[in-house]
């Protein structure tokens, strides 16, 4: 299962947007799987989301929504559009 397999289409979509908008502030990347990235939220902070494309449920987002639970949002999935424009 890839990343975007485990969000939910709207935040595929969602995430896709934030990407186009040039929403995510910097992307880094950590190892060829490994990206972190900050993306402009709704939120004064932007959230810190990390996302592992090999290993899917290893990524993680700070906003309310994602946090603490094993849910791709749209930090993430912006985060990855950023690291794979492809
Ligand atoms: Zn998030």
Known sequence: MGLLD????KSVY???EYYVNNRVLFCE???DNQYLGAVEG???EPYEAFV???????????????EGKRIICK?????FFKSFPE
């Open 75 to 79: 930090h993430q999935v912006a985060v």
């Open 29 to 31: 990347k950590i190892t």
């Open 6 to 9: 485990l969000a939910s289409g």
């Open 42 to 44: 709704t939120a004064d």
């Open 52 to 66: 592992d494309i090999v290993h899917p449920r290893k990524s993680y987002c700070n906003c309310p929504f994602a």
């Open 14 to 16: 969602r995430g896709y």
